[in-house]
């Protein structure tokens, strides 16, 4: 985006265009005692967005009780900001897929996802989201939720313990702060880009593939046993 000959009292355009104009200014301004952020507005809108994600629970096998596991008082993802959880999509953020789904369930899946308001995410939860798990070979269930919609983090297991999936939501918050919103999330599709099937954010971003939760960082589960502790004192 062009920025045009904006007109600021007391900074001249070409000063305004200026980086290190501008930090000598708030530098001078913070050492007033004015208090001065800068920054882009799509740092600020997606700084909001990722930390006030409402998922749509969609459970639908075992991995259900896992996601149910993690709104409960021992893990409480609410201190991430997701734990406001809706039962409409066109009230939720993103469909969080805990289970196996069938063929029978798939248009239900799919009809759901289309009726989310961009922007939309997925995020696959379990070893039969994932590719069918034991179910596999079965002539019923899908093979993996991607024949259907593009997923945007992956969280293996069978189930996958707690801490995956919080480690797979911060991943997805992750992804969200570096997304360019506008032109992006707010991008009109061509029909050449709605065949595709693929959301504004993954289009914007070039398609770029899914965030596979491979494994858990011990320091990850070590600081948040820490607080499970001082919680529980």
Excluded at 30 to 48: A, F, H, K, P
Excluded at 125 to 141: A, L, R
Excluded at 193 to 211: F, H, Q, T, V, Y
Aim: aromatic share 10%; net charge neutral; proline share 6%.
């Amino acid at each position: 985006m062009e920025v045009k000959n904006p007109k600021i009292k007391s900074i001249p355009f070409d000063d305004f265009k200026d980086n290190d104009t501008l930090e000598k200014l708030v530098k001078e301004l913070n050492e007033g005692g004015v208090n001065v952020i800068t920054g882009s507005l799509d740092q600020l809108i997606n700084w909001g967005r990722a930390n006030s994600l409402w998922s749509l629970t969609f459970g639908t096998s075992c991995c259900g009780i896992e996601f149910m596991a993690v709104g409960c008082a021992r893990y409480d993802f609410s201190r991430f900001g997701f734990e406001v959880t809706r039962n409409s999509p066109r009230q939720a953020d993103l469909i969080m897929t805990a289970g196996t789904i069938t063929h029978k369930m798939a248009p239900a899946f799919k009809r759901l996802y289309d009726e989310m308001a961009e922007p939309k995410y997925v995020v696959a939860v379990g070893g039969c989201t994932i590719s069918g798990g034991p179910f596999k070979s079965s002539y019923h269930v899908v093979k993996g939720i991607e024949e259907i919609v593009p997923v945007d983090v992956y969280v293996p297991g069978c189930p996958p313990r707690p801490e995956a999936i919080l480690y797979g939501m911060m991943q997805l918050q992750r992804k969200v702060k570096i997304e360019k919103f506008f032109g992006g999330a707010n991008h009109k599709q061509n029909a050449e880009e709605r065949k595709l099937g693929l959301s504004n954010e993954a289009i914007a971003s070039g398609w770029k593939k899914p965030i596979v939760v491979t494994d858990v960082p011990e320091d990850f589960v070590q600081e948040l046993k820490q607080t499970q502790k001082e919680e529980t004192k």
